[in-house]
């Protein structure tokens, strides 16, 4: 991680950086001393401007940034279900039982437990074809939740081995696949950056209403199953409270 860069101004959560000439837009970095995450929103000739998402009290000009050359990204698997994470993938327990019930600033846990074994269930075999989105098999993640694990996105070739029916944590090698470029290991968990949006084959078409029993909604904002709808609004506006109204009644497996 370089950390060859120095801050030159501190307003607030925003913060410029010297000799960020090579940073990428959206790169993940930490600042200061403390490590704070924050993440290039800017870059103009050898200055970077850094929007910090933590407390940048005591931070001032000289100070450290560290680069980390790659951009913002989310840990994609098994242990999601049933956690609680702020804006930036901390899982709020895991910090509580490092600092208590208040978060220290540059506190970083694991988003998801890399020690936990899952038990881990082949559908695919060694020889046979792969390619990006192929379910190679699945773990039981809660009572409810099924989750497939399959080939990122990108990756396409033959399966030079898949692992037997197990226990294995997130870092353990559970298939090979031979692919043009060489050996690709696939594991249980992937890592995606936060601001691309994950590839699909299609979209299917919205063919039924999305019948919420919200008299409002169905009245004047009305939905398609299947479709995408946001609620804007300030705090205490009501909207977590309308989810939970819609939430209550719903066919869906996760509500998050």
Known sequence: ????????????????SAGMSDALMYELVEVG??????EVI????????????ENTSMVKPGAPV???GSPFSLRLGPGLIGNIYDGIQRPLPGIADKSGAFIRRGEKVPPLDPD?????IPDAKAGGSAAAGQIIGSVQE???VVNRIMIPPGVRGTFDFIADEGDYNLEETIARVK???????????QTWPARIRRPFVRREM????????????DSFFPLGRGGTAAIPGGFGTGKTMTQHALAKWSNADVIV
């Not at 800017?42 to 998402?53: C, E, L, M, P």
């Not at 692919?179 to 968990?189: H, I, N, W």
Request: aromatic share 6%.
């Open 33 to 38: 001393d403390g490590r704070l995450v924050g």
């Open 66 to 68: 560290f680069r980390t």
């Open 1 to 16: 991680m370089s950390h060859d860069a120095q801050i030159t101004k501190v307003s607030g959560p925003i913060v410029e």
């Open 206 to 217: 919205i063919e039924a209403p999305l019948v919420t029993g919200q008299r409002v909604i």
């Open 179 to 189: 692919t043009a470029a060489g050996m690709r290991e696939v594991k249980l968990v």
């Open 142 to 144: 809660s009572a409810v």
């Open 42 to 53: 800017r870059v103009s000739g050898d200055k970077a401007t850094i929007q910090v998402y």
């Open 116 to 120: 936990k074994k899952w038990h881990f």
